[in-house]
């Protein structure tokens, strides 16, 4: 065998342990991120348009299983309350025990306890007859301030208008809050249709205890991605590598016989 062959046949041999070992580390990423996502996640179809437009009616979500001790103000979470009708319903957290929420101030915001909340994600369709400041919906288009019992949570939906939520609620025991062992789940991405994640918002941040970090839907997400182009780059490099070889076999067949 001449040197160019016994180069080539190393470098096959080469390229052959490392296309191996691609498709092995690429099924590992890929099997373990959705097994990961199995376990963590859990599918949800929104029954409502409450939470228009941040989540529509019908739309498929992703919801971390977290447990409610772990809850922060401005998470969207799944939780079955038997005074709500004891089906799972999907609403924002914007109080926790202890806080005073209430709305509206002069400038059409939420406030807790006395501090004012931006919320961009607000469904703002018909600003101008809620009369809104500056062409912008009010956070409620009612007044009412709540105390929010320890152990409690205060939830509204992001369309204001139309949302059956804590406002709902207000005459109840805990002024339409329910218990933080009510919640199931927290959001964290539209999975149908493809809308992406949902970010924790910025307004709850300077509050004491802070927003939530962002689940690890994204890296299970780069684990799936990675490991498919692994899989799919390791399993051509046969073929590939089988075609570059017939031809290089055959240029110096036809090299050889000109000879």
């Known amino acids: 065998m001449s040197g160019t062959g016994r180069r080539d046949d190393g470098r096959g041999r080469i390229g052959s342990v490392l296309s191996n070992l691609a498709v092995a580390v690429g099924c590992v990423l890929f099997l373990g991120g959705f097994a990961w996502g199995a376990v963590v996640y859990q599918p949800y179809t929104v029954p409502t348009g409450s939470m228009t437009p941040t989540v529509n009616a019908g739309d498929r979500v992703l919801a971390e299983r ?13 939780f079955t309350d038997s005074t709500w009708g004891d089906v799972p319903m999907v609403k924002r957290v914007v109080g926790v025990g202890g806080d005073k929420v ?3 101030d002069k400038d059409g915001r939420l406030t807790v306890n006395g501090k004012p909340v931006d919320e961009p994600y607000l469904w703002a369709e018909g600003a101008s007859s809620l009369g809104g400041p500056d062409g912008k919906a009010p956070a409620s288009p009612q007044n009412f301030t709540a105390e929010v019992p320890e152990g409690q949570l205060f939830l509204l939906g992001d369309e204001r208008n139309t949302s059956m939520d804590s406002r709902v609620h207000l005459e109840d025991p805990g002024q339409g809050s329910v218990p933080r062992s009510a919640v199931q789940a927290r959001v964290d991405a539209v999975a149908w249709p493809l809308n992406g994640m949902i ?4 307004g709850f941040a ?12 994204r890296l299970q997400l780069t684990g799936l991605v990675v490991g498919a182009v ?5 399993a051509a490099y046969g073929p590939i590598a089988a075609r570059r070889s017939a031809r290089r076999t055959e240029r110096h067949g036809v090299s050889t016989g000109a000879h």
């Open 199 to 202: 970010d924790r918002p910025e």
């Open 102 to 104: 209430a709305c509206c």
């Open 230 to 234: 692994l899989i799919v780059g390791g």
């Open 66 to 78: 977290v447990d409610g001790d772990d809850v922060r103000r401005g998470d969207v979470v799944v």
């Open 206 to 217: 300077a509050l004491p205890g802070g927003i939530s970090s962002s689940g690890p839907l």
